[in-house]
């Protein structure tokens, strides 16, 4: 892929000139709904770029306005677990990035391993563990702070919360490799290790956007409790329910934030 080409094809189809960019989770592709003055790209008019697979991911590029702020959105993502490489999986960072977009909002659906958090609830990430264990079997460190996480940002979106009357958790984001999801003893380790939410995505693409120092803030809507903390079984299909329930929050989260940044 030759990311400066597929910018300018972008910028042709769309006339997009902007520096604000999202990448929407499972679930949560409504919020596109929102945008005025669209044009939509999808994912295989790009030459050479990955196609999402997943249930709840659209696989396409929405431009347009949102609250007259002109928005690049990535309707639906790349996992590791769909056979992408990591270079393959932040295709979207690096596109943004030749556009050049300065701020990412990057949204996900995950579980929640704290307890005092609930289904339907939403949480600002402030840091990540990468639990893929593909840099070997040492136990991960939790990255908090620059490069990755603004903390300017993350005051931002508590702030826009509170005006919007919505609950707001922060915490520590756990990657996971997946597809599966966790084991109840994984998740007691992941617990273990100071995870308070876990998913399989979004971490990579932060790394991205430190690497190339733009401003990544991260909203998750965490649509269930992790495996083994109740007793209940994980389902994709109810992931993708509950994610559609709460993306009214995140887009009203959203309305508000982007005044702010």
């Known amino acids: 892929m030759h990311f400066p080409s597929l910018a300018e094809f972008i910028v042709e ?15 949560l592709s409504s919020i596109s709904n929102e945008l005025t003055n669209t044009i939509e790209i999808p ?4 030459n050479g770029f990955p196609i999402s697979t997943v249930l709840g991911h659209d696989g396409k590029i929405v431009v347009g306005y949102l609250e007259d702020i002109p928005v690049i959105i990535a309707s639906g993502r790349f996992h590791y677990y769909e056979g992408y490489s990591f270079h393959e999986v932040v ?3 690096k596109v943004f990035y030749e556009l050049g977009i300065q701020k990412i909002i ?5 579980g929640a391993l704290n307890r005092s958090f609930k289904p339907g609830e939403l949480i600002v990430i402030n840091g990540h563990l990468d639990c893929t264990y593909r840099n070997g079997y040492k136990d991960p460190t939790i990255w908090k702070g620059l490069p990755f996480y603004n903390s300017d940002l993350i005051k931002k979106a508590k702030e826009s919360a509170k005006e919007c009357s919505i609950k707001l958790n922060e915490g520590v984001y756990c990657w996971t490799q997946g597809p599966s999801y966790e084991t109840p003893a994984e998740v007691q380790e992941l617990i273990r290790l100071g995870g308070d939410a876990v998913g399989m995505s979004t971490v990579p693409e932060v790394i991205e956007s430190g ?9 998750s809507c965490m649509t269930n409790m992790a495996a083994g903390i109740i007793d209940k079984p994980l389902d994709h299909n109810e992931v993708v329910s509950v994610a559609n329930k709460s993306s009214k929050d995140m887009t009203k989260l959203i309305y508000k934030l982007i005044k702010k940044i």
Do not use: E, H, P, W
Not at 15 to 26: D, P, R, T, Y
Not at 211 to 219: E, I, P, Q
């Open 13 to 27: 189809k769309s006339g997009f000139s902007g520096n604000l960019g999202m990448i929407l989770g499972s679930g």
């Open 43 to 46: 994912y295989q008019d790009l």
């Open 91 to 93: 295709s979207l960072v």
């Open 106 to 110: 990057i949204t996900n659906s995950s």
């Open 211 to 219: 690497r190339l120092k733009m401003d990544a803030l991260v909203l």
